[in-house]
């Protein structure tokens, strides 16, 4: 008889999240055999059989290689009989090519979306869920009848603010682009809200050209969606820091972490912590 629990199933990045989802109780866990071949191809066999469940499949858009790794494997336990499908997408990674700037951009936020529409569609219809898009009309990039759900984080973000900073600090932000979020967690945990203008110098190197708000003699805790290289939340933190604040601390839903932004963070010297979730593999 078949088991009438969901049927959960990772990318080989996300198996922790697989994992922990499956520890919460009231999951079947799904297990794939993935091998790589000499000219760097992947094998792909799913071990735990498919048909007649309603399936989970957590995964991540950090590469095209694990882009093209979880279509594959969402095809695949379509074909092998999966009555439903959640696809449950942590970091949708193609977020800031949301659309084109330049003639001839190609806009990957969108061909990645039709990929995920393109999946075959199983007998009871498939569905996508991402955590704190960077955008909010990537959604909209989606085809066909594939149904998405787009979960927020502030829940966990202003609980982490509240342990950090108490009910005294400034939420603040790394440009004004972020403004309107920020602005709005704010408001939900009582206390003001900055951002600082600033220009972009090439695609790794910004700086600041001024601050919206008094942060003389406070708190200040800065909130990004995400975090790449570190670069522009560390230009922030020193204009905060140069502007009187007495302590910064940093909080975001995706820690991507590349090109040693941690160890960029911490040699810094102007934080006193950084917390993330885990949508990211790197954090």
Not at 73 to 99: D, N, Q, W
Not at 151 to 167: H, M, R, S, V
Not at 179 to 205: C, H, P, Q, T, Y
Request: hydrophobic letters at 40%; one cysteine or more; aromatic letters at 8%.
């Amino acid at each position: 008889m078949k088991s009438e629990k969901r049927l959960v199933f990772g990318t080989q990045k996300y198996l922790y999240l697989r994992d922990m989802v499956v520890e919460q109780g009231g999951f079947d866990k799904g297990e794939v055999e993935v091998k790589m071949f000499p000219d760097g191809e992947r094998y792909q066999r799913v071990l735990t059989d498919a048909d007649g469940r309603h399936v989970v499949l957590i995964g991540g858009t950090v590469s095209d290689n694990d882009t093209m790794e979880f279509y594959d494997l969402a095809c695949a336990l379509v074909k092998h009989g999966a009555v439903s499908i959640i696809m449950v997408i942590p970091y949708f990674g193609y977020s800031t090519m949301e659309r084109s700037i330049k003639p001839g951009e190609v806009v990957t936020a969108k061909t990645r979306a039709r990929i995920l529409s393109v999946v075959p569609t199983t007998s009871m219809g498939n569905k996508v869920i991402f955590l704190d898009l960077h955008t909010e009309g990537l959604p909209h990039y989606l085809e066909g009848n594939l149904r998405h759900i787009h979960l927020y984080a502030k829940p966990i973000i202003t609980k982490a603010a509240k342990e950090i900073g108490g009910d005294n600090f400034v939420l603040a932000c790394t440009d004004a682009g972020r403004a309107k979020w920020v602005e709005s967690l704010a408001n939900d945990l009582g206390v003001n809200a900055a951002f600082v203008f600033k220009r972009r110098i090439s695609g790794e190197e910004t700086e600041v050209a001024s601050i919206s708000a008094d942060v003389q003699g406070k708190k200040v805790i800065i909130y990004d969606d995400m975090i790449r290289t570190g670069g522009s939340l560390v230009n922030a933190a020193r204009a905060y820091k140069e502007a009187g604040a007495t302590s910064i601390a940093a909080i975001t839903t995706h820690g991507l972490f590349t090109n040693n932004a941690i160890e960029k963070i911490k040699n810094s010297g102007l934080f006193e912590k950084v917390v993330c979730t885990d949508s990211h593999p790197n954090a």
